[in-house]
């Protein structure tokens, strides 16, 4: 559609402004603006540059304008042009009253004094929804009450963190430490040589294994393979490596035969449920261990029943409401759930190029996570406008304090960085009301306990 002139607060001007829909959130504005118009920009530029640069023989400001864009010609078209721009975008934003969320980009074709200019922009909009039923969604949490097993379990832990490990004359038992070397070969060929930059799966003079212990060490399912041997026993041990196998792919899928001398034996002996035991966990008996382990595994549940009535509304509330996201949000989130993703398996050890065979697989996986969560941050902002919910200053000293916390900074450095950063500030911002707008939401969900089940 083509508008005809208009008045805005910017004074009349003439502009025609075309409104093209590309999709339900992706707008393209063609803004035409008369050549007098244009002519006016640039004679605001060339006055405005004046008075800043300095000719001989000028007081500044007095210098003629045609030497001053003889002279200043390129910063004179640069600044000319971006004022165009401005101009364009502002009386088209005024006029069309759209809710932008993203300028895509910006085509400001032929900009020049004596003629008329066609700017295109081209925008990401916040798509029309209807807010679904958002009060009364449903909650299951567990019960926060803890079982006498569960109270066990975390004292024989804090036992297991005070155990002594003290030399076994006899063969391993399960739970035991041995203390053992190993060489490992496939078809003959040493896997010192299939994987020379991970020897640790390869060969190692020495390093300690739990015998059929919960958690694997580094070579998978050995740790089984230890019962019954003793101190000088030099079996030969056949490991099968799963069919996918991040750490070294190139043992994926095969069987490697390993060479294990076992050096030392250790048995774990668990301290004794004693005054001395109790006073080194700040109780007195264990009664009032017991009290104490009842409460920290109360905080515990408590945090996650939270937790997880948080991901209840917001997959509930996603689940209520269809609409199209933003291409660009979705872009900019997918970027961001890929960095988190390669970070956290970088820590887990996988290797950079399992990245990049699995690229294609990762990038599709992270967009729709992405999508999800624009869609979800969307719906939680409309929500943050119905309920009046707002961020106060109480809200961004909160965030400072944890965040000095848990990055380890000085406070005033981070609001150092959000007082310079506007962008930042401005994220930082709409994290907290997200954030205020999940817990309205838990707070007006309806809570079912889920029973325990029997043992």
């Known amino acids: 559609m083509t508008d005809s002139p208009s008045r805005n607060r910017l004074g009349i001007f003439p502009v025609n402004i075309q409104l093209n829909s590309v999709s339900d959130t992706r707008k393209t504005l063609v803004v035409t603006l008369d050549k007098s118009e244009v002519d006016a920009e640039h004679q605001t530029v060339v006055a405005e540059i004046s008075q800043q640069v300095r000719i001989p023989g000028f007081r500044p400001g007095k210098a003629p304008a045609a030497m001053v864009a003889k002279r200043f010609g390129k910063e004179i078209a640069e600044e000319f042009k971006q004022k165009v721009v401005a101009k364009a975008y502002r009386g088209a934003l005024e006029q069309q009253k759209l809710d932008v969320l993203n300028v895509v980009n910006v085509e400001p074709g032929q900009v020049e004094p004596g003629l008329s200019a066609a700017v295109t922009i081209t925008l990401d909009v916040r798509p029309e929804f209807t807010l679904p039923d958002y009060t009364g969604l449903t909650t299951e949490v567990a019960s926060t009450d803890s079982t006498a097993a569960e109270v066990d379990t975390v004292i024989e832990g804090l036992r297991g963190e005070r155990a002594e490990f003290k030399v076994a004359e006899r063969p391993a038992a399960k739970g035991d430490y041995v203390k053992l070397s190993y060489e490992g070969s496939v078809d003959g060929q040493p896997i010192a040589d299939l994987a020379p930059d991970k020897q640790i799966y390869g060969k190692v003079p020495q390093t300690w294994e739990e015998v059929e212990g919960a958690n694997e060490g580094v070579i998978p399912g050995l740790g089984k393979q230890l019962a019954g041997l003793k101190a000088g026993d030099k079996p030969s041990v056949a490991i099968t490596f ?121 990038f599709e996986n992270a967009r729709k996570a992405a999508a999800r969560r624009v869609k979800v941050q969307l719906i939680l902002a409309k929500i943050a406008e119905a309920e009046k919910l707002q961020v106060i200053e109480k809200d961004i000293d909160a965030f400072i304090y944890r965040e000095a916390m848990r990055t380890q900074q000085k406070p005033e450095k981070l609001v150092k960085a959000l007082t310079t950063d506007r962008e930042q500030l401005r994220a930082v911002q709409q994290s907290i009301l997200f954030d205020k707008a999940v817990d309205f939401l838990v707070s007006k969900a309806t809570v079912s306990i889920i029973a325990p089940q029997a043992s």
């Open 242 to 362: 799963p069919a996918e196998f991040a750490p070294v792919p190139a043992l994926a899928g095969k069987t490697a035969a390993y060479a294990v001398e076992v050096l030392e034996i250790r048995e774990r002996a668990l301290p004794a449920l004693d005054e001395a035991f109790f006073k080194a966990n700040q109780a007195d008996s264990l009664e009032a261990l017991q009290t104490s382990v009842r409460h920290n595994l109360k905080l515990q549940k408590e945090y996650q029943n939270r937790s997880e009535q948080r991901r209840q509304v917001t997959d509930a509330l996603a689940a209520k409401v269809e609409f199209a996201v933003p291409d660009s949000l979705v872009e900019q989130e997918t970027q961001g759930v890929l960095r988190q993703f390669i970070e956290e398996n970088m820590r887990r050890g996988i290797p950079q190029e399992q990245f990049e065979k699995d690229k294609k697989e990762l």
